[in-house]
């Protein structure tokens, strides 16, 4: 498809602008670039040599002796845990309360919409401490209860699925009702089926959100045992040093970007397998 | 969108939709049970773990508990003590500089950047979209261990880059001058990405004729970009803006992993200052943080679509 009429400044703007790409794409790939090939160096090479990297002294050294002492592995257990549950919760309560706000008249709606959206005001950070102390009470701190419960509903994934669900033409649900449907069977019926590509997105939203969320994990779970993976890597040199007798910073940085990598790298994929559901999913909020 | 996907399975229903209805029978009832049955589940939640503890939240800002014994009211206490205190002041000024380092710079860049894009008729957008969000859905702990890594004063890759060239090395991390852009720098390259993708998709909505008639009329590329592009795109903007800074204003992992609020407490942002109150089990305290931090949200988000939505009428 070649440009019809070209002139050569607009050619020149168009180079200048893959160059500008280029160099931000290179900027934007360079941390994780430089992440995964320093940890395949040897230790020693990370700290004397950060800039270069040679394909002849790929080792796996790094990714052995962190696996011996960052308990990475209870961290994807946890965290695994904890994106079921909360996937689960999330993919079942939020489409249904977007079907109702979608699809159903009943008096109060419009107000209890707009509370639901003044939800998304409130700072996770205001509700901290209360809820910390509220998990006490309960007996739920270092609990899965207590680590996926509070705001596993949340108000941004019911705006996105009753901007979803509005989308499904009328007519469609008419002629379930007609048919006898309830409002329940027409939702699993009728509405789940056409909306797979909105759950799809959602779906990776949260399991995105829940991968990488480190506030409330990091204060409701302070027990070794049951840290999710981004709090056990907010205390990776602590782990690593603390195994360790003689502090090396070599080897110490290499278990920390053999670690930092395993946790990047899957999410990372994730996104690129599943990107277009993604951005989608994004751009719900800013472009109503 | 959605309606394009759901265009294929509309036939066979609206089949169905001729066998039933039988005439008269309309079960239409005046208060339709199941819609509140639908939305109860996110209001017990609310209840249960946004209500409730706002609620214990707010009476325990007036009182001196340390997480045991019986609450003492002190009244307003908490709120004259923070209001006075000069860290809490250091706190906010600290988050405002870092707001001052990211979002201006990060908003008019990421309008630029998607103009150009979207002008230019480029091969492989989709591979620069996707490109330019990777950052974004890194996990933020991770990153931050990297950029420690890579800023280090001695042994970090930034340092060695520059002393190879001549400039000398910073301590990146260790100085009270330079802490502050480099997480910066981190919420920069791992946000600005997301703001583009967010820019591009409002461009979309700029019909290509404002842009041809003005070029009629003799606009430069410059004309264009602040007579129409950044105009148009004032919806977009604010809804970033206003964004970023509800992220940056509960900023907490960046400096609670890089830097625990050092050098000097020059990274101690207001979100770290609030947690700190957590590990001092200073938990009134706390909670008068929070509101007063809420309130001051609440107000930048306000000011922000006010600005940026007055200019429109």
Known sequence: ?288 | MPMSQLAPARPRPAAGALRAAPPGRSRRRRLPLAPYLMILPFFLSFVAFGAYPLLFALRLSFTNWRGSGELRWIGLGNYTYLLTSSDFWASLANSGIMWLLVVPAQTIGAVAIAAALSRARLRGRGFFRTTLIIPFVTPLIAMAQVWILMFDADFGAVNTALTAVGLPSVGWLTTTAWSKPTIALLVLWKTTGFAIVIMLAAIQGIPDELYEAAAIDGAGVWDKFWSITVPLLRRAIAFYVVIATLGISQMFAEPYVMTKGGPYNSTITSGLFLYNHITTSDLGLGAANSFLLVVLVFLLSLVSVRLLRSKED
């Open chain 1, 1 to 288: 498809m070649s440009a019809s009429t070209t002139s050569a400044s607009q050619r020149l703007r168009t180079i200048l602008v893959y160059a500008g790409m280029a160099v931000l794409l290179a900027a934007f790939l360079y941390p994780l670039w430089w992440m995964v090939s320093s940890s395949f160096k040897p230790g020693p090479e990370i700290v004397t040599s950060p800039l270069s990297f040679d394909p002849r002294h790929i080792t796996l050294a790094n990714y052995r002796a962190m696996f011996g002492t960052v308990p990475i592995l209870t961290g994807f257990l946890n965290t695994a845990v904890m994106l079921v549950l909360k996937g689960g919760i999330t993919l079942v309560f939020c489409p249904l309360a977007g079907f109702a706000f979608a699809k159903y008249r009943f008096p109060g709606k419009n107000f209890l919409f707009g509370f639901i959206l003044l939800t998304l005001m409130l700072p996770t950070l205001v509700l901290v401490i209360p809820l910390l102390l509220e998990m006490s009470l309960l007996g739920w701190v270092n609990t899965y209860q207590g680590l996926v419960l509070p705001g596993a509903i949340d108000a941004f994934s019911i705006f996105w699925m009753r901007q979803v669900i509005a989308g499904i033409p009328d007519e469609l649900l008419e002629a379930g009702r007609l048919d006898g449907c309830s409002a329940f069977s027409l939702y699993r019926r009728i509405v789940l089926p056409v909306i797979r590509p909105g759950l799809a997105a959602l779906a990776v939203l949260t399991f995105l959100g829940v991968y990488n969320d480190f506030l409330w994990p990091v204060v409701v779970m302070n027990d070794q045992s049951k840290q999710t993976l981004q709090v056990v890597l907010s205390n990776l040199s602590q782990a690593i040093s603390g195994a360790q007798v003689d502090l090396n910073p070599a080897s110490v940085w290499g278990q920390l970007l053999a670690a930092t990598t395993v946790a990047t790298i899957p999410v990372v994929i994730v996104f690129v397998l599943l990107q277009r559901h993604f951005v989608r999913g994004i751009l719900a909020g800013s472009t109503k």
